[in-house]
T-cell receptor, first 111, second 114 residues
């Protein structure tokens, strides 16, 4: 079973920041938080991951709370192409660990 | 940049037939994963290879399913005696051992069993 809880859907206006929350209250010390997204009819795409510090790359920012029980993925300037299902996944550091997907958040960017 | 490729992209078959799907991972990736995704659900893990060794199989992978990665490069997933419940998108992913071990997914093979 997925170890994360996400809202089933969210809307955001084009050009605004999209903030996608994720609860992972049972996360353990050796688990990272990963975010993937899946655009319709495509395979999932890696976005970003983090352990305990905030992370930023060219796609997004990841803010992890100090107690690591929740996180927020931020798309700073959402475009229509960001419409997708976003999955928050916790995953152990060591070993080859399969990804356990939950239901994700269906993000719709509106013009 | 050649990403993960899968063939075929779509397959329609009659119940009881056998089907085989192929996955070509990113060339330097030594890990390969298969997932299955049904409509409205997130992908579910099926099996995983490191090089040519199959190291983990999900309980979802019944004995009608078999996967191989003969030379540690491409992989095949075969389903024997297909059932309507096998209709799904079959996704392949690959990664390079070591952190961050991000998985790169192919476009998937959509199987419809009639």
């Amino acid at each position: 079973d997925a170890k994360t809880t996400q809202p089933p859907s969210m809307d955001c206006a084009e050009g605004r920041a999209a903030n996608l929350p994720c609860n992972h209250s049972t996360i353990s010390g050796n688990e990272y938080v990963y975010w993937y997204r899946q655009i319709h009819s495509q395979g999932p795409q890696y976005i970003i991951h983090g352990l305990k510090n905030n992370e930023t790359n060219e796609m997004a920012s990841l803010i992890i709370t100090e107690d690591r029980k929740s996180s927020t993925l931020i798309l700073p300037h959402a475009t229509l192409r960001d419409t997708a299902v976003y999955y928050c996944i916790v995953r152990a550091i060591q070993g080859a660990q399969k990804l356990v997907f939950g239901q994700g958040t269906r993000l719709t960017i509106n013009p | 940049d050649t990403g993960v490729s899968q063939d075929p992209r779509h397959k329609i078959t009659k119940r009881g037939q056998n089907v085989t799907f192929r996955c070509d991972p990113i060339s330097e990736h030594n890990r390969l994963y298969w997932y299955r995704q049904t409509l409205g659900q997130g992908p579910e893990f099926l099996t995983y290879f490191q090089n040519e060794a199959q190291l983990e199989k999900s309980r979802l992978l019944s004995d009608r399913f078999s996967a191989e990665r003969p030379k540690g490069s491409f992989s095949t997933l075969e389903i024997q005696r297909t059932e309507q419940g096998d209709s799904a998108m079959y996704l392949c992913a690959s990664s390079l051992a070591g952190l961050p071990d991000e998985q790169y997914f192919g476009p998937g093979t959509r199987l419809t069993v009639t």
